[in-house]
């Protein structure tokens, strides 16, 4: 399983993006994606969650309300549409899979820098 991000950039405060994860290989036992950011001097944090079955979505307290999961089971997609942007949101984002059997796969993360 192999997954590539894409979509990130430099946006001013307020601003918009929205980051791309295609995943390719064998994804028939993966149950849940998710996208995690990890900032220059702080640990890996969860963003959010979205199950492949149900569409269950899970947001960190800190991007509710300015984020949206999605994905397109068809084409094996998953989106992060990231709205009202802050500096504190710059990080590098990482997409995951979780695969019922063989564990957590990563991208190689999309740096998001946004400016005040």
């Known amino acids: 399983v192999q997954l590539v991000e894409s979509g990130g950039g430099l946006v001013q405060a307020g601003g918009s993006l929205r980051l791309s994860c295609v995943v390719s290989g064998s994804t028939v036992s993966i149950n849940a994606m998710g996208w995690n950011r990890q900032a220059p001097g702080k640990e890996r944090e969860l963003v959010a969650s979205?199950?492949?079955?149900?569409?269950?979505?899970y947001y960190a307290d800190s991007v509710k309300g300015r984020f949206t999961i999605s994905r397109d089971n068809a084409n094996n997609t998953m989106y992060l549409q990231m709205n009202s942007l802050k500096p504190e949101d710059t990080a590098v984002y990482y997409c995951h899979a979780v695969d019922t059997f063989l564990g957590i796969y990563w991208g190689q993360g999309t740096q998001v820098t946004v400016s005040s």
């Open positions: 979205i199950t492949t079955g149900g569409g269950t979505t």
